[in-house]
T-cell receptor, first 117, second 113 residues
Framework: GAGVSQTPSNKVTEKGKYVELRCDPI?????LYWYRQSLGQGPEFLIY????????DSGLPNDRFFAVRPEGSVSTLKIQRTERGDSAVYLC???????????????FGEGSRLTVL | DAKTTQPTSMDCAEGRAANLPCNHS???????VYWYRQIHSQGPQYIIH???NNETNEMASLIITEDRKSSTLILPHATLRDTAVYYC??????????????FGDGTTLTVKP
């Protein structure tokens, strides 16, 4: 597709359940980012991948959160034992490989809205 | 990444210029200023970025002070569709450090008829 695709767009789950959120970045983009956005706040950084490896996971709030990008393209954010406080919009972004003329622009998806009841 | 400070909200009349300020007094010499905006229920969208020179593109202009401690995003002729939250971010050179961008809470710009 032309843009970053995130699925599902909406997810309602019960406290304690396991959730997976998927991000399909723009083709050829080597960097992939996950952010979390609560109502009325700016996006909060979670984790950043360069290729298949997590280059910076300092924003993951605790060990219930995990993300993978096994083939350097699609990424999955996994949340175990969900809590009501995990309710938020989870945003994914990708960016072009580093190189001359690269603006460093992040291309964001529409987000996955997670509601934990 | 350096911290930024923006006003919580601003209003602008349709057709007038919207000037959105950002303070980044702890910016380092190799850090760029980026602006994004987020329209309700959408992901943030890149607007413009700069290092020390003023920049202009089809969306906006970016004015960075000589000491680089603050900047202003200018939307020359605001329309109702420019109503959004605007985020100012500073980050290192993407080509040497394609790391995280730290967003604050941004400025909510409301363009009024």
């Amino acid at each position: 597709g032309a843009g970053v695709s995130q699925t599902p767009s909406n997810k309602v789950t019960e406290k304690g359940k396991y959730v997976e959120l998927r991000c399909d970045p723009i083709s050829g983009h080597t960097a992939l980012y996950w952010y979390r956005q609560s109502l009325g706040q700016g996006p909060e950084f979670l984790i950043y991948f360069q290729g298949t490896g997590a280059a910076d996971d300092s924003g993951l709030p605790n060990d219930r959160f995990f993300a993978v990008r096994p083939e350097g393209s699609v990424s999955t954010l996994k949340i175990q034992r969900t809590e009501r406080g995990d309710s938020a919009v989870y945003l994914c972004a990708s960016s072009r490989p580093t190189g001359v003329g690269n603006t460093g622009e992040l291309f964001f998806g529409e987000g996955s809205r997670l509601t934990v009841l | 990444d350096a911290k930024t400070t923006q006003p919580t909200s601003m209003d602008c009349a349709e057709g007038r210029a919207a000037n959105l300020p950002c303070n980044h007094s702890t910016i380092s010499g190799n850090e760029y200023v980026y602006w994004y905006r987020q329209i309700h229920s959408q992901g943030p969208q890149y607007i413009i970025h700069g290092l020390k020179n003023n920049e202009t593109n089809e969306m906006a202009s970016l004015i960075i002070t000589e000491d680089r401690k603050s900047s202003t995003l200018i939307l020359p002729h605001a329309t109702l569709r420019d109503t959004a939250v605007y985020y100012c971010i500073v980050r290192g050179d993407y080509n040497t450090n394609a790391g995280k961008s730290t967003f604050g809470d941004g400025t909510t710009l409301t363009v009024k008829p």
